[in-house]
């Protein structure tokens, strides 16, 4: 990797480019591709088999899918984050630090691994914050070894291949749970689940029942067998934590959830972690004596439970006394928490050994891969051949360029469209190198939040579009969407600055050399009149981030799996969608009077008006795990401006996660909240 010459300009293409270029610019950097198309490949088989697994387990005609499809998932999925936390949980004992073929485990708990990955800040950190054997082996499987799974999945049906008899007998014998994935759920299967008030080990815990208190419902509560009290996920979390913190205090190695990371740059921090720790455990400490050493040799299952008590086994009772370590003389406010703490909080609000509920994030995630389904990108045999490959390659070319945008606009929280998403997660599952190459680029590794409110979702899209648009001279997205807004509207302005702010002088260089599209078809304007825009209209200088073929419009969609409506029938979620529609008919009426000025935006309101089947984005209150919201409901979204850099003059507030009233050198410094953007001029 070399930094860039400032006078370098990007290539000229005269077809849309089939293969890789050696270099991407990055910043003021040259790197060669960080993720290419057999990867990319490998990826999309991976993602069709989830899907054909999906489809495979909604068609049964016997037990609970038989009767509700929904939620016959919804329980596949909670029995396959159960089978991934035995697998993650287990005793390997490998005699090689490579993930070899025998190491692979079944579809269903790679498919929970693969998400797991796609969250790469949380993952990160529960692998280093303990030494446990858990964590051990997250650190084992950080990279998933892509090409050797696909190798694994039949390229034709997209069905797993029977696994080799060491890889059978590993997994089992290390797990003591059988290898084939359990299709099939009905009211009489259970699950063990150890009691968090008196560590009983459960055996009759049903995984559905008629009063939705099973445990892949929403109401979860099982009355344990011994000590004969009711217990809920929420009471599970409590436990976890306190055991977490008694073994802390015993002298281990550990780091509560959300505390070892710096919140900007998403680099590890003990120091700092310990410092903020003891902030927010002075309450609990005068309480409980949390920050006291314990004997050798004490009981530490005593600690924990006196711990537990004094907090009630209560998540939000958890979050209370956390914030008042650092603000003693100010009563906790459940409606205005501090993102930090209502973070960790969150993470030891459900039964599992991940600090992020990993069955609403493979939920979530199952909407991206509709999308990608819906693409035709994961047919077999798509892009087998090289001269089919230039959707891959746009891809990739457009992954780099969004890292490029984010290297010089590292305030603003940057959302993808679907192809660029389908890169960057290909590298996310390259978790040390993902690492390795954002911090080099941007010095700071960006998270992939999962779960994330609409309203910020949709204005940072805008944002990113605009900013996109400013830098390299074409739209990023002309999928149908709403347009791009007027270059002289107020928005416009206010992204040029955001791009001036960052840019050096081959950024500049960069955007005149693309931006003369007005200037060469300013005399279509007659044919947008006609709600006609002609190829021969628009001059396309950089086919390598943009195609105007329709067939391939939309994969340049904006990825909206992340976003959370909470109930998609609230008057919130149906106010925030009627409010997206009526922006996008202003910009549509206004890329209309435009496109004299710039084809691209007639182009965009053309589409948007004829490509009927084409939904806005963020208008979809499916969207996400929407659609599973009866079932399962949601996880907490992301605070605005928590993880990295949503600083001020941009979108949300400190990007340390605090809020204006806080100052702790640990607890922030808050630099404010942010202009939203606005709408088309």
Known sequence: MSRAEPSELPPTYADYPTELP?????????????????????????????????????????GIAATDKDLGWVVFVNRAVYRFFCWTAATWNKPSPDLRETYIPPLDVIMVWHTYLLNPRTFFEDSRRMA??????????????????????????????????????FFEYTTQIPYYTPINTDYSDVLTLRCPFCAYTNQLVRWVADNK????????????????????????????????????????????????????TGIMEEASSNELMDKLFQWMDAMYQVLRPIPPGSDMNVGATKIARGLGYDHLKLSDALHRGPRPGIAP?????????????????????????????????????????????????????????????RSIARYHAFLDLMSVNSTSFSVPTLDIDLAWHTHQLKSWHYR?????????????????????????????????????????????????????????????????????????????????????????????????????????????LMSIEEDEADATHPSEHNQQFGDPNSEFAQ?????????????????????????????????????KEHKEAFTDSQAGSGVYYPYWGVSVAIPVGFYGGYAAGSVGGCGAGCESSCKGPNMGGCRGGGDWGGSCG
Request: hydrophobic share 35%.
């Open 213 to 264: 208190k099973g445990f892949a419902q929403t109401k979860f509560s099982h009355v344990c067998e011994q000590c004969i009290k009711p217990f809920t996920k929420s009471n599970i979390g409590v436990r976890r934590f306190c055991e977490e913190v008694t073994r802390r205090r015993a002298g281990e190695r550990v780091f509560i959830s959300e505390t070892l990371l710096n919140p900007l």
């Open 22 to 62: 050696t270099q991407f610019s990055v910043g003021a950097y040259q790197s060669a591709p960080i993720v290419n198309v057999t990867e990319l490949q490998a990826h999309l088989r991976l993602l069709g088999a989830f899907h054909k697994l999906k489809e495979d387990v909604q068609a049964q005609d016997t």
């Open 575 to 611: 106010g925030t969608m009627r409010m997206r529609e009526k922006q996008s008919a202003k910009c549509v009426a206004s890329a209309k009077k435009g496109a004299s000025r710039d084809p691209w935006r007639g182009l965009q309101a053309e589409r948007n008006e004829n490509r």
């Open 132 to 169: 446990t054997q858990y964590c051990a082996n997250l650190v084992a499987i950080e990279e998933m070894p892509l090409t050797l799974i696909s190798s694994l999945i039949d390229a034709n049906t997209l069905e797993p291949l029977p696994p080799s008899e060491e890889q059978l007998e």
């Open 333 to 393: 406010d459940r409606n205005h928490q501090t993102p930090r703490i209502q973070r960790i909080s969150v993470a030891y609000s459900h039964a599992g050994l991940a600090s992020i509920d990993l069955v609403g994030a493979v939920l979530r995630q199952g909407f991206f891969i509709q999308k990608m389904v819906k693409l035709g990108w994961t047919q077999p045999g798509r892009f087998h051949l090289t001269s089919e490959s230039a959707p891959l390659v």
């Open 436 to 544: 390795d190459d954002t911090y080099r680029f941007l010095k700071r590794i960006p998270n992939h939040d999962d779960s994330v409110e609409p309203l910020l979702l949709c204005k940072a899209y805008d944002i990113t579009a605009r900013a996109w648009k400013a830098r390299f001279g074409v739209p990023y997205s002309v999928c149908g969407c709403a347009p791009d807004a007027d270059s002289g509207s107020l928005l416009s302005r206010f992204t040029s600055k955001i791009i001036s702010l960052g840019s050096s002088s081959s950024v500049h260089k960069r955007g005149n050399s693309v931006t003369s599209i007005a200037s060469s078809s300013s005399n279509t304007s007659h044919k947008m009149e006609q709600s006609i825009i002609s190829p021969e209209a628009i001059v396309n200088s950089r086919p390598d």
